[in-house]
């Protein structure tokens, strides 16, 4: 299960990368949220996925489950990134729409002055 | 409760400001009212904290009350309440400053609310005590900054902008994947809890990986070698105010997370990072000045000069001894009066210009004796020329450099501080200097608010400079509570004591 998390997660990482390196703005905001998908997915590898491992969610009292669940922290960490994650995607497309009106062009074009 | 709320204050006041000023918009003259009120406020507050904090008081605010481990906490030590003070200051002086220099609706209509933004990230990151939270008050500062530099949306200003917002949000995406591994190999994200444990060894591999990985976007928030190319090009292109306001907190966060994390994690970290340090601080210097050298408008001058003088700051924290390190800080409190107080100066001559090629327009200092007088002092202390409080900050450096055995890299120090001058001479020459010309639209220029942020912030440093002994006094009390962690440490467990203590029955 880790492993293919890890291969899945290095995946995204790449193909984001990838096309944020893209002088098209679209692309950037796709690869952007490839990316953060594959942090997400990076951390709550990092933080364990035992086997078989239970939601977060025990019960009260005596009668409570004792099978390892997975650590709720971690995806209290992923909970809030992937709100930020949508924050800074819609700032992306909003950004690139905006570059679209003042330019018309949706590629950022290189620098002419050094 | 006042210590409480006096930790509270800097994050929570902003928010509820920014909050009040978003139904405003549109009244601009309401809004900046306001948020001078607002800003006078954060600063009484500041001040307090400062006050508090100064006989080495650790303030420490565990949020809802579970274990600083596992929970939110903040904290508030002598450092991070003099950093706050001066990012108020600096915040203030933007306020101000922002009346007359704001073009047309598009500019005016949020840059209040978002201004207040920024200093909700810049507060939190500065107080915030563990560093899944840091994550999160740099993405707050980081979206308010994106707004802020792409404000009035002109094209090349959005074309520039785009290496800027790409640059920090792979940084952030790396930022919080080293958080989780951090989490995975450590069990905590809380700094004082990561330092004890990092201080008694047998942690993996993984964690010295990540934690080095979150030194390198620290590193690219800061502007360091090699990690700085997205600054020199996007400053110059946003409005005067916010290249102001940036080039006086954005970087200097950057700083201030480096100083507190590096003597916190890498006094226990394997061998080898000093070195590496001293060189990218001496790189950046390097580069940062030449880079200057080559630009042509007012601002690109200034703006790669930023880059420069972080790694003047760096090279303080990089020595590890107490004097180096409040040498560091003291430059960085410096640099964040003076460098604003250019570029404001630079944002009025180009607007009498028209435009901010340098010989564009000449003779400034004949019909604008008093902004010219700001401009100068300013770049003199840039320029460390005593008794301004560059000059201090330099002579401290090179005091702890040399006390340190590092005499290559104080030696580079000293050549640079030779090549701002120059440069600065280059701007004073190009503006100020020679016989009036060119200076189409004298009348847009002249404004209270920006001829007084820039005169107050250029007062401040000539201020700093005359103060420099106590001051520096104070700082190195700073920097030894900063490198003697266990200060730290203990405060925050001991509120984790303090807690359990609580919620036994």
């Known amino acids: 299960m880790i492993g293919l998390a890890a291969v899945l997660s290095g995946v995204l990482f790449a193909c984001g990368l990838y096309l944020l390196l893209s002088r ?78 003042a330019s018309g062009r949706d590629d950022v074009e290189g620098d002419d002055e050094t | ?70 929970g939110i906490v903040w904290v508030a030590d002598a450092l991070a309440a003099v950093m706050l003070l001066f990012v108020a200051t600096v915040s203030y002086a ?19 609310p978002l201004h207040q933004f920024l200093l909700v990230g810049v507060g939190g990151s500065i107080l915030t005590g563990d560093i899944f939270n840091l994550f999160v008050f740099f993405e707050v500062m980081l979206l308010a900054s994106f707004a802020l530099i792409a404000l009035g949306g002109r094209a090349r200003q959005v074309r520039m902008g785009v290496p800027y917002v790409i640059v920090n949000l792979v940084g952030s995406a790396l930022f919080l994947a080293a958080v989780g591994a951090i989490y995975g190999a450590a069990g905590t994200v809380n700094m004082a809890e ?20 979150v030194l390198v976007v620290f590193m690219v928030k800061t502007a360091l070698f090699p990690v700085f190319a997205w600054l020199p090009d996007s400053y110059p292109e946003a409005p005067v105010t916010v290249n102001g306001l940036f080039a006086g907190l954005l970087t200097k966060v950057g700083v201030y997370t480096l100083f507190r994390t590096i003597p916190l994690l890498g006094g226990a970290a394997p061998g080898g990072w000093q070195p590496a340090l001293v060189a990218i ?12 050298l080559g630009r042509s408008t007012i601002r690109g001058v200034l703006s790669f000069h930023i880059v420069s003088q972080v790694g003047y700051m760096i090279f303080g924290l990089a020595l590890f001894t107490p004097l180096a390190l409040a040498a560091g800080l003291f430059h960085t409190l410096h640099n964040m009066l003076a460098k604003t107080a250019l570029v404001f100066a630079g944002g009025v001559a180009e607007r009498m210009g028209g435009s901010g090629k340098l010989y564009a327009m000449r003779g400034l200092a004949r019909t604008e004796p008093w902004l010219a007088a700001g401009f100068f002092v300013a770049a003199m202390s840039l320029a460390g020329m005593p008794p301004l409080s560059g000059f201090w900050g330099k002579w401290f450096l090179v005091a702890g450099g040399l006390a340190a055995g ?13 090549f701002t001058l120059a440069s600065m001479l280059k701007i004073w020459n190009a503006v100020f200097w020679g016989e009036p010309k060119g200076q ?29 002994a106590p001051i520096f006094s104070h700082l190195e009390r700073v920097a030894t509570q900063l490198l003697d962690v266990t200060p730290y440490v203990a405060a ?8 359990d203590h609580a919620e036994a029955p």
């Open chain 1, 24 to 101: 098209n703005l679209q692309r950037m905001a796709i690869g952007f949220l490839l990316l953060s998908n594959g942090v997400n997915l990076f951390v709550l590898t990092s933080a364990g996925l035992p086997a078989g491992a239970a939601p977060p969610l025990v019960g009260e009292g005596e009668g409570a489950s004792r099978a390892p669940f997975a650590d709720p922290l971690a995806q209290a960490f992923i909970l809030t990134a992937i709100v930020i994650g949508l924050g800074m995607a819609a700032f992306l497309l909003a950004l690139s729409t905006r570059h679209h009106d």
């Open chain 2, 1 to 70: 409760m006042m210590d409480s709320l006096l930790v509270l204050i800097p994050v929570v006041w902003p928010l509820i400001t920014a909050a009040l000023l978003l139904p405003l918009t549109g009244r601009t003259r309401l809004q900046q009212a306001a948020a001078l009120v607002s800003g006078g406020v954060l600063l009484a507050s500041a001040m307090l904290l400062c006050a508090r904090t100064a006989r080495g008081a650790i303030l420490v605010l565990p949020l809802g009350g579970w274990s600083p481990r596992v």
């Open chain 2, 94 to 112: 933007t306020l101000l400053y922002a009346a007359g220099s704001l073009r047309g609706e598009r500019e005016r209509r949020y840059f209040y």
């Open chain 2, 194 to 213: 990561l330092s004890l444990r990092a201080g008694g060894g047998g942690l993996p591999g993984v964690f010295w990986g990540a934690t080095a990985l």
């Open chain 2, 281 to 292: 601080a001496a790189t950046t210097m390097l580069v940062g000045v030449f880079g200057a």
């Open chain 2, 406 to 418: 590092a005499p290559v890299a104080t030696g580079i120090s000293l050549l640079v501080g030779l």
């Open chain 2, 440 to 468: 189409r639209y004298p009348g847009r220029g002249r404004h209270r608010g920006m001829l007084g942020a820039t005169l107050s912030l250029a007062a401040m440093s000539l201020l700093t400079g005359l103060l420099a």
């Open chain 2, 492 to 499: 925050v467990r001991a509120a984790e004591r303090r807690d």
